[in-house]
């Protein structure tokens, strides 16, 4: 079965520090990747995409994530941390079954808190 | 540059009532779809559409009824509101070339709450 897990619930980190963001995939073929944040009250935002070539990409905000074939992982991460990065994000991979309809599986998302 | 617009932004239903939730983008996006966002679960899919006129269950359609008479509008129906229903709603719609590996745009969701 296709799936996406993050397996922690909330990442706390202090500003300026790096942060990490986790995120493991099963589905058959290859993985097409997305990372989203969400912040309170509002839609999901697109921050990222892995589909092919490089396995470190980079996106929105100064975040990027690498991915990781043989862990079948795709991480999010950031160098320095700020406060305003505190919100909730979902990672996501496109569902290979039925592709050619762009629908999306999410994992149950993270939250992210940095403190001053 | 709207993208996707939800209305209404909040409601409070009563059990056994109805009512549409609207969804309109302005990118000419083939592909729209449902979400729900319940508290700790992710996003669980209800319906989507690649397509003016053509329309599909996702994960969890009971209870629901959706339409796409047009590429721009996306209304999903509530029929008999259950407190089950109580949720987060999103619509979403993403660009169509290229095999579905286009990001997905959101609105900014309709709050609900059935009593």
């Known amino acids: 079965a296709q799936s996406v897990a993050q397996p922690e619930d909330q990442v706390n980190v202090a500003e300026g520090n790096p942060l990490t963001v986790k995120c493991t995939y099963s589905v058959s073929g290859n993985p097409y990747l997305f990372w989203y944040v969400q912040y309170p009250n509002r839609g999901l935002q697109f921050l990222l995409k892995y589909i092919t070539g490089d396995n470190l990409v980079k996106g929105s905000y100064g975040f990027e994530a690498e991915f990781n074939k043989s862990q079948t992982s795709f991480h999010l991460k950031k160098p320095s941390a700020l406060v305003s990065d505190s919100a909730l994000y979902f990672c996501?991979?496109?569902?290979?079954?039925?592709?050619?309809?762009?629908?999306?599986?999410f994992g149950q998302g993270t939250t992210l808190q940095v403190k001053p | 540059n709207a993208g996707v617009t939800q209305t209404p932004k909040f409601r409070i239903l009563k059990i056994g009532q109805s009512m549409t939730l609207q969804c309109t983008q302005d990118m000419n996006h083939n592909y729209m779809y449902w979400y729900r966002q319940d508290p700790g679960m992710g996003l669980k899919l209800i319906y989507y559409?690649?397509?003016?006129?053509?329309?599909d269950k996702g994960e969890v359609p009971n209870g629901y009824n959706v339409s796409r008479s047009t590429t721009e509008d996306f209304p999903l129906r509530l029929e008999l509101a259950a407190p089950s229903q109580t949720s987060v709603y999103f619509c979403a719609s993403s660009y169509s070339r290229q095999g579905g590996n286009q990001p997905q745009h959101f609105g900014d969701g309709t709050r609900l709450s059935i009593l």
């Open positions: 559409s690649v397509g003016a006129g053509i329309t």
């Open positions: 996501a991979v496109r569902d290979s079954i039925t592709s050619n309809t762009g629908k999306l599986i």
